[in-house]
């Protein structure tokens, strides 16, 4: 006895079509969403090929090394590229501290009443604040301090005196510490939910069991909650750095240069560190540029060779992304295999 | 009925050295716990209804009956663990050698040192077998890398642990079997050298074989610890413990030397119960 094959659609309510139209509609969906993971990877493919072909030959340790200039062909990224580095430093010096402190208080500390209850509501909506709104704050809070200081204002002070010949200006005006306190505001609330949601994954049990050993509830947070938590910590992180280093518009709000021919600091070498260390003090308090900021500023040029020099320019930023990335997976991975699950 | 109350005297006799043919009866035996009219509530519910007993030193005292019945939430009580859950009040006493550990100056974190706790669910820290032993003894203070190995190597072996375990003393603690991990809390706890031990239904999810090796385990471990346990099972009741409380809807219905509680129980709830009419 052959097996009958069915050729034909088969009817509906036939054995045949009980059979096989569940099948169908699997492969169907399982099509569907094949169709849009490789589509989502065509366009990245189309994206990296095409940055990359405009990009060729322009991309070189000259574009690295050198500052921007009117001139296409030697035209740099140096200045974006330290600019970036000293924001995302200080930006992580700020946030992640205050962020993880604010999800522990959250998620361990604090009581459930009304107005716990409309901080953690409203951390998720802060998340979805347009960036440019986060400008508008940094430069009325950070780049002005509400015309506070200064001729017009309140306190007839420049700045305090910090060490050796380096002060911190008050207000603290277009700088990258202006910035990056901008970034940490934009980041703060991306930290916040994903470490509270580590945080709360974490079970009980543990909790408990280390009270129960006569554990204070710091030392329970420190020595079981945190670890645990640590690597989904890290993945809200490292998602809320990326998203800082790409940020432009409220850069360009805070009033970061487009054209600048000098890195914060001016610290272009380790040399210049051991030979002035009060440069470092200085670099936070400094105008500077960032990536996003040099290659919007290439592309709007006239002369149609910096459309390569901000290819070059966006490459780098793919690059940089990519190794903090890297470098953060890393960092979760060493902290997951201290956790001996 | 009186079949099926000889059958559990039959249990109660497994083991020698337990209650009767000990030379103390229950109540010539030093108190370690006393609770004095104690009521504990979650919130507006009232979880414990006026619950005085005493609980002898060096000595196993079972709480037995229902789900729900209050006898985990007054385990809890004895090192306020119920402290962590929001919105949890208590009224009346529970003395510790006859100090109110629900006084203002008490240290909780002290307590719990004094008085330990393993849970239901084995919970071993995602640490090695040596960290996790190691962990309470750290935590207060102590750095000394001999005195933690010294600690380590004699918990494990009071828990009956370290003959299964020394050779892969570094490596996860979450390796081990569900039973070697619940010996392991056990070890855990004994590492801060407590006086008493809370054991919340200790081997209710362990397989028969692991069962039998906690229950040695506790019995042995009476010698030198006061041992509060909670189960559901009966049987294991009347195997481990010489005293025994039973609990129904909050209240203390009833509580004596385990072998006349089961044999012959004064009240006709605890009789219903241990003889499986309800619960």
């Known amino acids: 006895m052959s097996t009958p094959t069915p050729t034909a659609a088969p009817t509906p309510g036939s054995t045949a079509h009980e059979l096989t139209h569940g099948r169908r509609e699997n492969r169907l969906f399982e099509t569907l969403c094949a169709v849009s993971t490789w589509s989502t990877f065509a366009v990245l493919v189309i994206l990296i090929v095409s940055v990359s072909y405009r990009a060729w030959g322009w991309l070189d340790w000259q574009f690295l090394t050198s500052f921007d200039s009117r001139k296409p062909e030697r035209a740099g990224i140096l200045a974006g590229l330290l600019g970036s580095c000293w924001m995302i430093v200080i930006t992580i010096m700020f946030s992640v501290p205050v962020g993880v402190g604010a999800a522990v208080y959250l998620e361990e500390y604090a009581t459930d009443n009304l107005l716990t209850r409309i901080i953690r509501t409203n951390l998720a909506n802060l998340a979805g604040v347009p960036s440019i709104v986060y400008g508008i704050l940094g430069l009325t809070v950070f780049v002005r301090m509400f015309g506070l200081f200064g001729e017009q204002g309140l306190f007839h002070i420049e700045g305090i005196p910090l060490w050796g010949d380096a002060v911190i200006p008050l207000p603290f005006g277009r700088t990258v510490i202006s910035g990056a306190l901008s970034l940490s505001l934009l980041i703060l609330p991306v930290i916040i939910v994903a470490a509270q949601e580590a945080l709360r994954a974490v079970p009980p049990s543990l909790r408990h069991a280390s009270l129960a050993l006569g554990a204070t509830r710091w030392q329970t947070i420190r020595h079981q909650v945190l670890p645990s938590a640590l690597p989904g910590i890290m993945t809200g992180v490292i998602l809320a750095i990326s998203r800082a280093f790409g940020e432009t518009a409220p850069l360009v709000m805070i009033g970061a240069m487009t054209f600048v021919r000098f890195a914060p600091g001016k610290i272009t070498s380790l040399q210049v560190v051991f030979d002035d260390p009060a440069s470092l003090v200085r670099a936070p308090f400094d105008t500077f540029t960032v990536i996003p900021i040099q290659i919007f500023n290439w592309v709007r040029q006239a002369k149609s060779e910096f459309q390569h020099v901000a290819a070059a320019g966006i490459v780098v930023l793919l690059v940089v992304l990519l190794v903090l990335n890297g470098l953060a997976i890393y960092v979760r991975h060493r902290s997951q295999k201290n956790l001996r699950w | ?279």
Request: net charge negative; aromatic share 8%; charged share 25%.
């Open chain 2, 1 to 279: 009925m009186s079949s099926m109350l000889n059958a559990f005297s039959d249990l109660v006799k497994t083991r020698d050295g337990q209650s009767d043919s000990e030379s103390a009866t229950p109540d010539q035996r030093t108190t370690k716990i006393e609770t004095n009219g104690l009521d504990f509530y979650y919130g507006d519910q009232q979880a414990l209804f006026d619950i005085s007993m005493t609980i002898p030193e060096r000595a196993v005292t079972a709480l037995i009956g229902p789900s729900g019945c209050g006898k985990s939430t007054f385990l809890r009580t004895l090192n306020r663990m119920n402290d962590i859950i929001e919105g949890t009040r208590l009224t009346g006493q529970v003395l510790l050698e006859g100090i109110d550990i629900y006084a203002p100056a008490i240290d909780v974190v002290a307590l719990r040192k004094k008085v330990g706790m393993v849970f239901q669910k084995s919970t071993p820290f995602p640490k090695s077998i040596f960290d996790n032993i190691a962990y309470g003894p750290r935590i207060a203070g102590l750095r000394d890398r001999r005195k933690l190995t010294e600690i380590v190597e004699s918990s494990l072996k009071r828990a009956a642990l370290w003959d299964e375990v020394k050779d892969r003393i570094n490596e996860s603690a979450m390796a081990l079997s569900g039973g070697q991990q619940q010996r392991l809390c056990i070890a855990r706890a004994l590492a801060t050298s407590p006086d008493v031990l809370l054991m919340d239904e200790p081997a209710s999810a362990l397989d028969p074989a692991s069962t039998a090796r906690v229950e040695d385990l506790i019995f042995e471990l009476k010698e030198n610890y006061t041992i509060v346990i909670v189960t559901h099972n009966m049987q294991q009741a009347a195997r481990v413990s010489d005293t025994t409380a039973f609990f129904f809807q909050g209240r203390l219905i009833e509580v004596g030397d385990t072998r006349q509680l089961f044999t012959n129980p004064k009240q006709k709830q605890t009789e219903d119960y241990i003889t499986g009419r309800f619960g």
